[in-house]
Nanobody
Framework: VQLVESGGGLVQPGGSLRVTCAGS????????MGWFRQAPGKEREFVAM????????YYSSYVKGRFTVSRDNAKNTVYLQMNSLKPDDTADYYC????????????????WGQGTQVTVSS
């Protein structure tokens, strides 16, 4: 099983960035996909999730209205579009996969990527 994030980088406040996560070695289309982030010196926190079919999404209150999660099961890929970025969004962003129902709980996710760094700074 492998989850590989990409697309992180340095962006100015107010800017946009899209991070991508490609999955392999498991049945991607039957797994709920989540995005989490960990800022320096802080615990990892939930950002967003999308159901296996893509018809349900959930967001943390910190990003709702600015971030959009989507997926393409034909490409085994999940995306996180981040708009109106703030310095507080600076973190390592991780994608994760789980079978079963939708969840925001980190411990319920089975597979994790290595993360991609997002830095929001002028």
């Amino acid at each position: 099983v492998q989850l590989v994030e990409s697309g992180g980088g340095l962006v100015q406040p107010g800017g946009s960035l899209r991070v991508t996560c490609a999955g392999s070695g498991f049945t991607f289309s039957s797994h709920v996909m989540g995005w989490f982030r960990q800022a320096p010196g802080k615990e990892r926190e939930f950002v967003a999730m999308i159901s296996w079919s893509g018809d349900r999404t959930y967001y943390s209150s910190y990003v709702k209205g600015r971030f959009t999660v989507s997926r393409d099961n034909a490409k085994n890929t999940v995306y996180l579009q981040m708009n109106s970025l703030k310095p507080d969004d600076t973190a390592d962003y991780y994608c994760a996969a789980k079978k079963g129902g939708n969840s925001r709980l980190e411990y319920e996710y089975d597979y994790w990527g290595q993360g991609t760094q997002v830095t929001v700074s002028s």
